[in-house]
């Protein structure tokens, strides 16, 4: 069981995503009370907002949940309209963006075609592309020194036979956003590229699961590039991930090519009345943003206080170096015994030698930061012993 997931194939089966382990399976893997285990893995919030905590006693939804949700979700598009600031054509709804992801998958890659992942970068976007039976393409991003960000001149290159390009700003599991107009102009290259060979642009797909802790959004850019979709969700700053929200935003004609694959009502009667309130409360997601932001400094200096500094992030995570695979095993290991998941990366993951924290409330940090000032010299041991030669093997 691995405590936290990664993808994997099996042979004649499409590429899966192994789930994390459950709150019952830490408990009883590692001999922990199940009230004691803490997940620092899954960039959710330690608890909901009180506007739907209210909304969900009073079971005021709209709509009797022995009835179906609306097909076109009218309300629910109607307030993501107006929070994105664009037309209510141009939001398609889906139960959390993983769903929207794996729409656009559905929409836009044709088995053989490809779709270039940045890589490190979300798991799901290599899954849905291997699902669809479509190649893809990892390009290297610029190194941590470069904040992760986008290899522009190599995606552009990997772009030129691709259907689709994923896109994460800022970016799961690094913690940033792409540098200012970075993006802009990989989009002014591959419409030029596009042009220049006489063929379509390619679907670019921007997650931006985390732009209310970044402040910005990229929304705009779909005027000038309209290929562009943009992924949204309820899950991160509204605190919601256990109503499964999530959008897509794009131009109508692309959201067109999308609607054929969506099925008909998979958000829940109280999702939507949820999501739709929690979207016309100008202050939910700025509260919690910064209850985040003031979590995230303190936990960044008790990193730092140890001498295991966390990597710059604008989200609500912190990725941590530990310097070698072997010492990322011993600080995971040393906190799942203590009920305290981490984000583990497999031996042949790009990050094997990092953890990644999810900031939550003060006294589940407090448990953390305590747990890190007593496992930081086996940390400091086991990065001294295992940086040269160390084995690569992934959890399981």
Same mark, same amino acid.
Request: net charge negative.
């Given at each position: 069981?691995?405590?936290?997931?990664?993808?994997?194939?099996?042979?004649?089966?499409?590429?899966?995503?192994?789930?994390?382990?459950?709150?019952?399976?830490?408990?009883?893997?590692?001999?922990?009370?199940?009230?004691?285990?803490?997940?620092?893995?899954?960039?959710?919030?330690?608890?909901?907002?009180?506007?739907?905590?209210?909304?969900?006693?009073?079971?005021?939804?709209?709509?009797?949940?022995?009835?179906?949700?609306?097909?076109?979700?009218?309300?629910?598009?109607?307030?993501?309209?107006?929070?994105?600031?664009?037309?209510?054509?141009?939001?398609?709804?889906?139960?959390?963006?993983?769903?929207?992801?794996?729409?656009?998958?559905?929409?836009?890659?044709?088995?053989?075609?490809?779709?270039?992942?940045?890589?490190?970068?979300?798991?799901?976007?290599?899954? +849905?592309?291997?699902? $669809?039976? #479509?190649? /893809?393409? @990892? &390009?290297?991003? =610029?190194?941590?020194?470069?904040?992760? %960000? *986008?290899?522009?001149?190599?995606?552009?290159?990997?772009?030129?036979?691709?259907?689709?390009?994923?896109?994460?700003?800022?970016?799961?599991?690094?913690?940033?956003?792409?540098?200012?107009?970075?993006?802009?102009?990989?989009?002014?290259?591959?419409?030029?590229?596009?042009?220049?060979?006489?063929?379509?642009?390619?679907?670019?797909?921007?997650?931006?699961?985390?732009?209310?802790?970044?402040?910005?959004? +990229?929304?705009?850019? $779909?005027? #000038?590039? /309209?290929? @562009? &979709?943009?992924? =949204?969700?309820?899950?991160?700053?509204? %605190? *919601?991930?256990?109503?499964?929200?999530?959008?897509?935003?794009?131009?109508?004609?692309?959201?067109?090519?999308?609607?054929?694959?969506?099925?008909?009502?998979?958000?829940?009667?109280?999702?939507?009345?949820?999501?739709?309130?929690?979207?016309?409360?100008?202050?939910?997601?700025?509260?919690?943003?910064?209850?985040?932001?003031?979590?995230?400094?303190?936990?960044?200096?008790?990193?730092?206080?140890?001498? +295991?500094?966390?990597?710059?992030?604008?989200?609500?995570? @912190?990725?941590?170096?530990?310097?070698?695979?072997?010492?990322?095993?011993?600080?995971?290991?040393?906190?799942?015994?203590?009920?305290?998941?981490?984000?583990?990366?497999?031996?042949?993951?790009?990050?094997?030698?990092?953890?990644?924290?999810?900031?939550?409330?003060?006294?589940?940090?407090?448990?953390?930061?305590?747990?890190?000032?007593?496992?930081?010299?086996?940390?400091?041991?086991?990065?001294?012993?295992?940086?040269?030669?160390?084995?690569?093997?992934?959890?399981?």
């Amino acid at each position: 069981m691995s405590p936290t997931p990664e993808s994997r194939a099996v042979q004649g089966r499409p590429t899966a995503y192994a789930w994390e382990a459950t709150d019952e399976q830490v408990a009883e893997r590692y001999g922990v009370p199940l009230a004691e285990v803490a997940r620092f893995d899954l960039n959710t919030s330690p608890a909901p907002p009180e506007l739907a905590l209210r909304l969900l006693r009073s079971g005021a939804f709209g709509r009797a949940i022995s009835e179906y949700p609306p097909s076109d979700y009218r309300e629910l598009v109607a307030a993501a309209a107006e929070r994105y600031g664009v037309p209510a054509d141009e939001i398609l709804v889906g139960a959390g963006a993983d769903e929207v992801l794996d729409l656009l998958a559905k929409a836009f890659l044709a088995p053989g075609s490809a779709a270039v992942v940045p890589t490190p970068t979300y798991a799901m976007y290599r899954v +849905l592309t291997e699902q $669809r039976a #479509a190649r /893809p393409v @990892l &390009v290297p991003r =610029r190194p941590p020194a470069e904040g992760f %960000a *986008l290899d522009v001149p190599a995606v552009r290159a990997a772009a030129r036979e691709a259907a689709l390009v994923w896109l994460c700003s800022p970016n799961n599991p690094t913690g940033l956003p792409e540098p200012d107009g970075a993006v802009a102009a990989l989009l002014d290259v591959l419409a030029a590229d596009a042009s220049a060979a006489g063929r379509p642009a390619p679907v670019v797909v921007i997650d931006e699961a985390y732009a209310e802790f970044a402040g910005v959004s +990229l929304v705009g850019l $779909r005027e #000038a590039y /309209p290929r @562009l &979709v943009l992924v =949204r969700t309820a899950s991160k700053a509204y %605190a *919601l991930a256990g109503m499964r929200v999530g959008f897509a935003i794009a131009r109508r004609e692309v959201l067109a090519e999308v609607e054929p694959y969506r099925p008909p009502g998979s958000v829940a009667v109280p999702s939507v009345a949820v999501v739709t309130a929690a979207l016309r409360d100008p202050l939910l997601p700025a509260d919690n943003v910064a209850r985040v932001e003031r979590e995230r400094a303190r936990l960044a200096a008790a990193f730092a206080a140890v001498g +295991l500094p966390a990597g710059p992030s604008v989200t609500n995570f @912190l990725l941590v170096d530990l310097g070698s695979p072997a010492a990322a095993r011993t600080l995971a290991s040393g906190l799942l015994a203590r009920g305290l998941v981490p984000r583990t990366f497999g031996g042949d993951h790009p990050l094997a030698g990092h953890l990644r924290f999810t900031v939550r409330d003060e006294a589940q940090d407090d448990r953390l930061i305590a747990a890190l000032a007593a496992l930081a010299p086996a940390v400091h041991a086991a990065r001294a012993a295992g940086s040269a030669g160390d084995p690569q093997e992934t959890s399981r």
